[in-house]
Structures are given as structure tokens and as C-alpha cells.
């Protein structure tokens, strides 16, 4: 309990919940929609605006939020256009975004000292204006769903139906994107680009499978989410690992166990049914 004392654990805690109650509600609609791909791709992408970052001694945070809604609009676009299929548009702003990193970090002068941090995640280096980032992204992420649920609900599970219905789909889809945009690039320096995807799935997951209406989804998916990120910051400084690491293997065995959980209830649900059937 002593570590609870210092202040860039405090941070570090303060930090995991803000992000894991955002990613939790924006990886529920990420999931929702069949997303994942696309935002895999724009993750690569923002990728692209750190060497940019870098090399030119910008914000890297700021460019890679540049290049991720960039890339996010640059998908919507050509797949709405029909010139390009959206699978392919997303290969091609992956590896866009990839090359374009690579090149610049390489011809930056110097060693990036930062960069693993972006790569792999440092929950440690997590400051007051990382906080104070992450809090207004979540008011204004919860803010947006409180006043659009029913339009983002609506265009998540069945768009064409929504477009018949009155709804602005793609004002809604443009803002859900630009949400999932900004809640990558905020929570690259948390758990690093190569393991961010495990935030934002995982918990939504195994949120489904105790509930089938989003909003029940969503609350699980936070619940599950904090409880993952807490056990896995405490797993990781206990043992001395990465702490990343140790969020998404916590969040990995909860799916694990309660996808178990699910199975052994419902074998035996089937053997009730069964012995009321013979009886």
C-alpha cells in the first residue's frame, strides 16, 4: 500500500480509469459497428503523425491525432465513394500511415527517445495534462452519447434503415469516427499502439456475453474494464512488468473465464431442459 503514496502511481491510477471508462464505451459502439479493422488501421496510421511529430519537433500527440482523423476520414470517404472497398482503404492508410512513421523517425537527427513509450505504453509517465486530456475527452464522449444515443444506436446496428428514418448518418458516423480518432491517439501513450487493440475489444466481449442491448453492454464493458486495468496495474508493479502487458493478459483471462462460465451454464441449462422433457 506504500506505492499508493507517491504520485506518479497516483497518476498512473487516476490515468487507467479515465481510459479504461472511455475506451470501454467507445470500444462498445467500436465493436458494435464491426470497427475493428478500421480502427487497427487508423492506430497504424496515427503512426505516420508520431515520426511526423518528431522529426519536425511538434506535439506528437497532436500530430498523430492529426493523421488519425485524417485516416479515418480518408476511409470513410473512398468507401462511401465506392471507388475503393473498405477493407482495402484500410490496408492502404495502414501501411501509409506505417511507412511514412518509419521514414521520418529514421531521418530524425538523434535517438527518439519516446518512441517505445508510444510502441508498447508507460502508464508511469502519465502527467497532470495527461489527465486533465483524458477527463475532457470523457466529458465530451459521454456528453455525445447522452445526446445522441438513439441516432448512434440506431446507425451502429442498421444504418440503411436509419437513413430511411431521417437519421444523419453520415454527421453520425463522421462524429463516432472522430471519437474513436481522438480516444486512439490519447491512449497510445497509455498502453502503446501495439497493444491498444486489446483495450477496446476485450472488454466489450465479454461484456456481450451476459447482455444483448447496448447500453447494458457498455456498462458491463466499463465494469470489466476498470476492475482489468486496476488488477492488471497492481499485477504489473507487483512482478515488475510492463504494465500494458499486464492489463491486456488480466483482460485476456477474464474473457477466458467467463466465456467458460458461459459455457458451463449453459451445458447445464440444456441438461435441465432435457430432464424436464424426459420427465
Not at 479493422?37 to 519536425?56: D, P, V
Not at 502519465?126 to 486533465?132: E, K
Not at 476485450?202 to 486495468?229: F, K, Y
Request: net charge positive.
Amino acid at each position: 500500500m506504500e506505492i499508493l503514496s507517491y504520485t506518479f502511481f497516483q497518476h498512473a491510477l487516476a490515468g487507467l480509469l479515465l481510459v479504461s471508462i472511455a475506451s470501454a464505451i467507445i470500444g462498445t459502439y467500436v465493436v458494435s459497428r464491426r470497427m475493428v479493422f478500421i480502427t487497427g488501421g487508423i492506430t497504424h496510421a496515427s503512426f505516420g503523425g508520431l515520426g511526423l511529430g518528431f522529426y519536425a519537433g511538434l506535439n506528437p500527440v497532436v500530430a498523430a491525432g492529426a493523421f488519425a482523423v485524417a485516416a479515418a476520414m480518408g476511409v470513410e470517404w473512398l468507401t462511401r465513394s465506392g471507388h475503393v472497398r473498405e477493407d482495402s482503404a484500410i490496408g492502404v492508410v495502414w501501411a501509409l500511415g506505417m511507412a511514412l512513421g518509419t521514414i521520418f523517425i529514421f531521418v530524425t537527427p538523434g535517438y527518439v527517445p519516446e518512441l517505445t513509450s508510444f510502441l508498447f505504453g508507460n502508464v508511469l509517465t502519465i502527467d497532470t495534462p495527461d489527465l486533465i486530456a483524458f477527463a475532457l475527452y470523457l466529458v465530451v464522449l459521454v456528453a455525445c452519447m447522452a445526446l445522441f444515443f438513439r441516432p448512434i444506436v440506431a446507425c451502429a446496428f442498421d444504418s440503411d434503415f436509419a437513413r430511411t428514418q431521417g437519421v444523419p448518418v453520415a454527421a453520425v458516423n463522421l462524429l463516432m469516427t472522430v471519437l474513436v480518432s481522438v480516444c486512439v491517439v490519447l491512449t497510445i501513450r497509455l498502453i502503446g499502439i501495439m497493444l491498444l487493440m486489446s483495450l477496446l475489444t476485450l472488454p466489450p466481449i465479454t461484456a456481450e456475453l451476459w447482455a444483448r442491448r447496448l447500453l447494458p453492454i457498455m456498462g458491463w464493458a466499463v465494469v470489466v474494464s476498470v476492475a482489468g486495468a486496476v488488477l492488471g496495474l497492481a499485477v504489473g508493479c507487483w512482478v515488475g512488468a510492463p504494465v500494458s502487458a499486464t492489463i491486456v493478459v488480466v483482460l485476456i483471462a477474464t474473457y477466458a473465464v467467463a466465456r467458460c462460465l458461459k459455457w458451463a451454464g449453459n451445458k447445464m441449462h440444456r441438461r435441465d431442459v432435457n430432464k424436464m422433457i424426459s420427465s
